[in-house]
């Protein structure tokens, strides 16, 4: 008998919160997108490890991307106690580009003195740019993740039913 | 709509969506030589998912890159392994790469990043962007069966436990 399917969204939150956390801190965040992939492939995995039968490629990219999803918000949460220390970091990173570079776009050091309202808008438009791009980057994981580790979830998970035999 | 024809819409999106991607990271430098401060938007938007450092960035027009030289080589990979695609049995062959190729595709960038993750030793930009494509190259073969999976619905091979033929072995 098989018991209810589980669900998706406890594997999407632990894969996305591990991704968020690791791609807000600073300095541990130097491997860019990777983090991302990592937390959709973590999320693949976690959700192939409880379905009798194992996930479609398909299911692997859809978890993935509600742990992209969930990273973003997790990233914009964690970085709130760090933004000092990232608008310092771009900061020098704009200031040495200043130095190779004569012709700095007009106003750029105020893009690091924002304040009042404008932070905040910014704040939901930069969460909404980092969602959709990072749901996209998750789907990727949870592809790779099935891909590579889906075996191991289902060796662990104990005896597989058989296919249908319109899946062979 | 047809299964086939599903395939080519999710094929056209993913080559339209990539190439606005890639042009965005090359539009940045441009618009920033032009004294645009679109540039400084296209910059902002890219900095969750990339440092950004221009020591480890290519630079084009006298300006850096949107994203540094190993996610270009993702991002571009990704939009050559698109293009590389309907050559590999065309659309309607949606089996996904071994677990070796996989394997072997991420090998370099995975090497080259924990070495230099823990100071092992310093790769250029250009080393940098070579083992970005190559794993950026591997991803549509992974990426376009998954959505033609949600899309139209699960085919032969899709499935975790015999996703391209190597979890039956």
Not at chain 1, 56 to 84: M, N, R
Not at chain 2, 5 to 25: C, E, L, N
Not at chain 2, 26 to 31: D, K, M, Q, T
Not at chain 2, 67 to 86: D, E, K, N, Q
């Given at each position: 008998?098989?018991?209810?399917?589980?669900?998706?969204?406890?594997?999407?939150?632990?894969?996305?919160?591990?991704?968020?956390?690791?791609?807000?801190?600073?300095?541990?965040?130097?491997?860019?997108?990777?983090?991302?992939?990592?937390?959709?492939?973590?999320?693949?995995?976690?959700?192939?490890?409880?379905?009798?039968?194992?996930?479609?490629?398909?299911?692997?990219?859809?978890?993935?991307?509600?742990?992209?999803?969930?990273?973003?918000?997790?990233?914009?949460?964690?970085?709130?106690?760090?933004?000092?220390?990232?608008?310092?970091?771009?900061?020098?990173?704009?200031?040495?580009?200043?130095?190779?570079?004569?012709?700095?776009?007009?106003?750029?050091?105020?893009?690091?003195?924002?304040?009042?309202?404008?932070?905040?808008?910014?704040?939901?438009?930069?969460?909404?740019?980092?969602?959709?791009?990072?749901?996209?980057?998750?789907?990727?994981?949870?592809?790779?993740?099935?891909?590579?580790?889906?075996?191991?979830?289902?060796?662990?998970?104990?005896?597989?039913?058989?296919?249908?035999?319109?899946?062979? | 709509?047809?299964?086939?024809?599903?395939?080519v819409?999710?094929y056209?999106?993913?080559?339209?969506?990539?190439?606005?991607?890639?042009?965005?990271?090359?539009?940045?430098?441009?618009?920033?030589?032009?004294?645009?401060?679109?540039?400084?938007?296209?910059?902002?938007?890219?900095?969750?998912?990339?440092?950004?450092?221009?020591?480890?960035?290519?630079?084009?027009?006298?300006?850096?890159?949107?994203?540094?030289?190993?996610?270009?080589?993702?991002?571009?990979?990704?939009?050559?392994?698109l293009v590389l695609f309907p050559f590999r049995g065309g659309l309607r062959n949606?089996?996904?790469?071994?677990?070796?190729?996989?394997?072997?595709?991420?090998?370099?960038?995975?090497?080259?990043?924990?070495?230099?993750?823990?100071?092992?030793?310093?790769?250029?930009?250009?080393?940098?962007?070579?083992?970005?494509?190559?794993?950026?190259?591997?991803?549509?073969?992974?990426?376009?069966?998954?959505?033609?999976?949600?899309?139209?619905?699960?085919?032969?091979?899709?499935?975790?436990?015999?996703?391209?033929?190597?979890?039956?072995?």
């Amino acid at each position: 008998m098989n018991g209810p399917r589980p669900s998706l969204f406890t594997p999407a939150l632990i894969g996305g919160a591990v991704a968020g956390l690791l791609s807000a801190i600073p300095f541990v965040n130097c491997l860019c997108c990777l983090w991302i992939i990592g937390g959709g492939a973590l999320a693949a995995y976690l959700w192939a490890k409880d379905i009798p039968g194992g996930l479609t490629s398909g299911e692997g990219a859809l978890v993935g991307a509600f742990a992209g999803v969930v990273a973003a918000a997790a990233d914009a949460l964690i970085s709130i106690p760090f933004a000092t220390l990232n608008s310092v970091f771009f900061r020098r990173v704009f200031e040495r580009l200043s130095a190779y570079v004569e012709d700095m776009p007009a106003g750029w050091e105020r893009w690091f003195d924002r304040t009042g309202p404008f932070q905040v808008g910014w704040f939901f438009v930069g969460l909404m740019i980092a969602a959709a791009i990072f749901a996209v980057l998750g789907a990727l994981g949870g592809v790779i993740g099935l891909s590579l580790f889906g075996r191991k979830a289902q060796a662990s998970s104990g005896p597989q039913p058989p296919l249908p035999p319109s899946a062979i | 709509m047809t299964g086939r024809s599903r395939m080519v819409a999710i094929y056209a999106a993913a080559g339209m969506g990539a190439v606005f991607w890639v042009g965005a990271i090359l539009a940045a430098p441009y618009l920033w030589s032009k004294g645009e401060r679109l540039a400084l938007f296209i910059y902002a938007c890219f900095s969750p998912v990339c440092h950004q450092i221009p020591e480890r960035s290519l630079w084009l027009f006298g300006h850096p890159l949107a994203v540094c030289a190993r996610c270009f080589g993702i991002y571009s990979g990704f939009l050559g392994g698109l293009v590389l695609f309907p050559f590999r049995g065309g659309l309607r062959n949606l089996v996904q790469p071994k677990v070796r190729t996989i394997l072997l595709a991420s090998a370099p960038i995975a090497a080259d990043t924990t070495a230099q993750f823990l100071g092992l030793w310093e790769t250029g930009p250009a080393g940098r962007f070579a083992t970005g494509f190559l794993w950026g190259g591997l991803l549509p073969f992974l990426f376009l069966p998954a959505l033609a999976d949600l899309a139209i619905g699960p085919s032969k091979g899709s499935r975790g436990r015999n996703a391209g033929a190597d979890f039956r072995a």
